[in-house]
């Protein structure tokens, strides 16, 4: 039996069963990053993203702040209300630094985080509620596949009809496998009218080793994010894991810009997952892999927009060029 809490743990759980009944009969074994981000995992995430090895925050904070005007200008190019959605908010902490700029400029417009963990989607719109009590948010707890048929399914009448600018900030991207990337691009583009824009945060490829650095960091987060995969495998599905007997392991490769992260069992051992009814046997060193995060050239981002049916029209990079924030326009 599945644990009943309420609905939507339920149905987090079923995904969760159905992701760990076939990952982890697969060789090598499986299972997807989407399922890192129960409340515990968010909370590590978070404090990720505040580690010194861990550029991506920083870079992407950096290009925010220098061009929240530029960005203003352009989502409301004409005068026009806008209607932001952010995919994937998560804490907001960069979102933040833009929504209260928007606000101070008198910009009109409303702000929809979607977020897969229920609890940052509350923290942040309690957040903004305090903050900045003027702006309208409408948060959407899902996957981004319900954001999707949410975008779609929102109708405007009217020549003031607010254009739709998504964002996708934080190298969110590089989670999706290049199949899975352009797939999901090209239902956004089916989605969008023309004139709407999307906004990308884009890690970009360089110097291997500071690439490695920030997927191994030396306090140890990285892998205690790894590891929270299992111990909420254990609450969600009754199951047996020892943490203590896995370990955190990353690999980047500067051919295929992927960097990779594994959970490896440090022991041959049987672990139980009672809401299965199953039992996993771990060789001496066998793999979980957990995620990719992949790292772009500036050539595959154009490639990107021109398969999915945008236009590239903007490109912000921080002082080091680790980093871009890209528009594609419909
Ligand atoms: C959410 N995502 C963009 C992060 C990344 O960099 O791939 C998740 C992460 N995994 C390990 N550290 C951070």
């Not at 339920?10 to 981000?37: C, M, N, W």
């Not at 139980?272 to 981002?301: C, N, P, W």
Request: proline share 4%; glycine share 6%.
């Amino acid at each position: 039996m599945l644990p009943d809490h309420t609905e939507t743990t339920y149905l987090i759980s079923t995904a969760l069963a159905d992701e760990v009944r076939s990952g982890l009969t697969q060789h090598p074994k499986q299972l997807s990053s989407r399922f890192f981000y129960d409340a515990e995992g968010s909370r590590l995430f978070s404090e990720i993203m505040h580690l010194p090895e861990y550029y991506l925050t920083r870079s992407e904070y950096e290009i925010i702040d220098n061009y929240k005007d530029q960005w203003l200008n352009l989502f409301a190019a004409n005068d026009r209300p806008f209607d932001l959605i952010e995919l994937g908010a998560g804490d907001g902490l960069k979102t933040k630094l833009l929504l209260t700029y928007f606000v101070e400029q008198g910009a009109r417009f409303s702000y929809s985080p979607v977020d897969i963990s229920e609890t940052a989607l509350d923290e942040l719109t309690d957040d903004l509620s305090n903050k900045l009590p003027a702006l309208t948010v409408s948060p959407q707890h899902g996957d981004y596949s319900d954001a999707l048929a949410r975008i779609a399914e929102r109708t405007y009448d009217g020549a003031d009809a607010p254009r739709r600018v998504v964002l996708f900030l934080g190298s969110n991207i590089g989670n999706f496998t290049p199949a899975d990337a352009l797939d999901f691009y090209a239902q956004l583009s089916a989605s969008l009218r023309p004139g709407d824009l999307l906004l990308t945060g884009f890690d970009l490829q360089k110097h291997p080793a500071v690439i490695h650095a920030a997927y191994n960091d030396r306090q140890g987060l990285t892998k205690a994010f790894n590891l929270n995969l299992l111990r909420r495998i254990n609450r969600e599905l009754d199951a047996d894991f020892n943490l203590a007997a896995f370990d955190h392991y990353e690999t980047y490769s500067p051919e295929t810009g992927e960097a990779r992260s594994y959970l490896v069992s440090q022991t041959k051992q049987t672990v139980t997952i009672g809401a299965l009814d199953m039992s996993v046997v771990f060789d001496y060193g066998e793999i979980i892999h957990t995620e990719i995060s992949r790292k772009f050239t500036r050539r595959q981002i154009d490639e990107l927009a021109n398969q999915t049916g945008f236009t590239q029209t903007h490109w912000f990079t921080d002082c080091r060029h680790y980093f871009a924030d890209v528009v594609y326009t419909k």
